[in-house]
């Protein structure tokens, strides 16, 4: 049986980083050398290893069909609605660029749970990919926010009331909760100064925090590499050169995203509900599938226990998300070797599976 | 083995999209929708089998005022071509109302009959007015005592930058003239209401004499009366001062005026039968006037309706918001 790579170098020379001889940095008047200087493991364009790559062209499209939708926005109560309207309804191809935006977060959610899963099934969390994982991590955390200051945006119903909800459930948190809404609101109302807030935390605050998260992330893939193939202990000693292999690799991956969500965009345009009306208090919203199983442990948990729903499972989660490097002691990266780890990631995931069709059963049935 | 892509790992991508589906059109709202059916060619009548493309809604109805507590249901169905939108209404009216204070000849004198008229509109936004597709009518039309927009029975809209598209059709005002009438609605000002007529020429004309004691009108010679026997104003001429009339006999009070330019837009045809109304109206999808909404067929539409029993504007029944959208 052949022995599995050592999984303790940090050195970007393991076989499976960039790799230029030396990982030095690139001269600001030659980038271009320092790219084709640049050699990676084959394995950064197998296909179905190239989520991160998928990943990095959702966000450079989220990035530019923001900054399209953002010419038009107007965000104030009274007016936003009608600039979003207008957009996806009389600006040069509004709705496809509005579909791209309202779709690439859709898909870059799934996206990082499936590459957060595979990440997880693979041990690459493990040393050295500690700061990998926790960066990663962070990125999935960061993800919700944008939805959550996003949806208000348009000002619509389905927006107003569900930021309403998400407000009230941060409100619930012991401690922080209050205060925190106080500061996203600037006052008693959702009005001006809470869609000005969130508008500025979705377009300034928020990107800053990916995009440094994002650079930190692929840093550190660079330095430490690719995770070993989960059902195999071979690894692929061939090395490609980042430019313009990878490089093009990943153009073709941003076209083809692109053409797919242009075509999601064309037959199914995206949503938007009827204008806000913050005095319609029976307009109830439905939660989106990625807050379902959230929503379903706040209506479990109620009364006094409501915190556990709101701040003590949801706390906890996210605390074994970044502490998971440091908790599992497993002998070996492979899957068979970290049996425990992965059930319980399972029981996990199979909780929130069931909590989430709990609540698709609950709204939309 | 290596870890390779298999029909395995595509079915869980596949899956993936699925739920990128599902998450962009599983919310929804509870409001009644009303979907246009897309046709070739539009229906040339009542009773054209393109009707049957389109699936009707039965909109429920609350009766106002005198008609407090009592209900109405409104079967609505809606088709559309590239050019124009056309709508199908059905109600029961146990009553055929188009006296409208008709004259009648009591055998020396003029007097008007008791008797209003039955009509439907529709209320739609042409720039947004607040709160209209939550509240509908209940913000524009039938607003509480003291609204910043309703004054002395009259009503608006509360800013100028908010204006509906008002189509009325009337059983004995508008369709002899084969038309719905065609308004909408501004701000609401001290001196007047925000109702307004659309551009161009149309409405009524009141056949009185200056002393408002006899009609002025009669049908002119070879010219016949139209429906439900009303007289069309392009139909008469003054009444002779040698014409003598027998008891009994009636003239129409509220004479059609032909529909011109913007105000002439919405056609109309209707049958009553049965003890019920079937009206159609169509109206091009974009006139390309200000004081009418444009349809874009790929979006939606709030509208409300009003139905009025042989009655005036303050005793109707009224709809909540509909959502129109086109298949």
């Excluded at chain 1, 995203?257 to 208090?281: E, K, N, Y």
Aim: aromatic letters at 10%.
């Amino acid at each position: 049986m052949m022995k599995p790579a050592s999984r303790t170098s940090v050195s970007h020379d393991n076989g499976r980083g960039l790799h230029m001889g030396t990982m030095e940095a690139p001269a600001l008047s030659s980038p271009m050398a320092w790219l084709k200087r640049t050699a990676t493991d084959r394995d950064v364009c197998a296909w179905n290893r190239f989520v991160g790559g998928t990943l990095l062209a959702l966000v450079v499209l989220l990035f530019l069909s923001g900054a399209f939708l953002a010419f038009y926005y107007s965000p104030v109560p009274g007016t936003a609605y009608d600039s979003v309207d207008f957009t996806l309804f009389e600006a040069p191809f509004g709705n496809i660029i509005k579909g791209i935006h309202h779709y690439a977060w859709n898909l870059l959610l799934v996206l990082t749970i499936f590459h957060l899963v595979r990440t997880l099934v693979a041990g690459a969390y493990r040393t050295p990919r500690r700061l990998t994982w926790i960066s990663g991590g962070t990125i999935l955390v960061l993800l919700p926010l944008f939805i959550i200051t996003g949806d208000l945006l348009p000002w619509d119903q389905r927006g107003y009331w569900s930021t309403q909800v998400r407000l009230s459930i941060i409100a619930s948190i012991p401690l922080i909760g209050e205060i925190t809404v106080r500061v996203l609101q600037g006052g008693a109302l959702t009005g001006i100064v809470a869609l000005t807030r969130f508008y500025v935390l979705h377009i300034l605050f928020l990107p800053c925090i990916l995009l440094g998260c994002i650079v930190a992330h692929f840093y550190f893939v660079a330095r430490h590499g690719l995770a070993e193939r989960v059902m195999t202990t071979s690894s692929s000693a061939k090395r490609i050169p980042f430019w313009p292999r990878v490089v093009n690799r990943w153009l073709l991956t941003l076209l083809v995203t692109a053409l797919l969500l242009v075509m999601l965009s064309h037959f199914w345009p995206p949503p938007l509900g009827d204008p806000a009306d913050p005095t319609d208090s029976t307009y109830i919203p439905k939660p989106e599938w990625w807050v379902l199983f959230l929503n379903q442990m706040v209506a479990i948990f109620k009364g006094k226990w409501a915190v556990l729903g709101t701040t003590v499972i949801p706390g906890v989660l996210t605390g074994l998300l970044f502490m998971l490097p440091f908790l599992d002691r497993s002998p070996d990266y492979r899957p068979a070797q970290r049996r425990m780890i992965l059930v319980v990631a399972g029981g996990i995931a199979a909780g929130i599976i069931v909590l989430s069709l709990m609540g698709y059963s609950e709204h939309f049935s | 083995m290596p870890f390779q892509f298999s029909n395995r790992h595509c079915s869980v991508y596949l899956l993936m999209i699925v739920a990128l589906l599902w998450s962009g059109t599983a919310l929804g709202a509870s409001k009644q929708i009303l979907e246009a059916a897309e046709v070739k060619a539009g229906p040339t009548g009542l009773d054209d089998a393109i009707w049957n493309e389109a699936e009707a809604i039965q909109v429920p109805f609350e009766g106002k005022e005198v008609f407090a507590g009592q209900k109405a249901s409104v079967a609505t169905k809606a088709v559309y071509t590239d050019q124009a939108i056309y709508f199908l209404f059905k109600w029961k009216d146990p009553t055929l109302s188009v006296v409208k204070g008709a004259w009648k000849y009591g055998g020396s004198k003029w007097e008007h009959q008791k008797g209003n008229e039955d009509r439907i509109s529709l209320l739609f936004e042409i720039n947004r007015i607040n709160n209209f597709a939550t509240k509908g009518c209940a913000i524009v039309c039938h607003v509480p005592p003291g609204a910043s927009n309703a004054k002395n029975g009259k009503f608006g809209t509360s800013t100028a930058a908010e204006k509906g598209d008002l189509w009325h059709w009337k059983a004995a005002r508008s369709d002899p003239a084969g038309v719905a009438d065609d308004t909408w609605l501004t701000k609401i000002t001290d001196e007047k209401g925000g109702r307004k007529s659309d551009d161009g020429s149309g409405g009524d004309q009141r056949n009185m004499t200056e002393d408002k004691s006899a009609p002025k009108y009669m049908p002119a010679p070879g010219q016949t009366l139209g429906k439900h026997d009303i007289l069309l104003a392009a139909h008469a001429v003054e009444i002779p001062s040698d014409m003598v009339f027998k008891t009994g006999d009636t003239l129409t009070y509220r004479m059609p005026k032909k529909h011109e330019g913007s105000r002439g837009d919405i056609q109309a045809e209707s049958h009553y039968a049965g003890g019920g109304w079937t009206v159609m109206l169509s109206r091009a999808l974009d006139t390309g006037n200000e004081d009418d909404v444009a349809f874009n067929t790929r979006r939606k539409y709030n509208f409300a309706m009003a139905l009025f029993d042989d009655s005036g504007d303050e005793n109707s029944y009224d709809s909540e918001v509909i959502t129109l959208q086109f298949k």
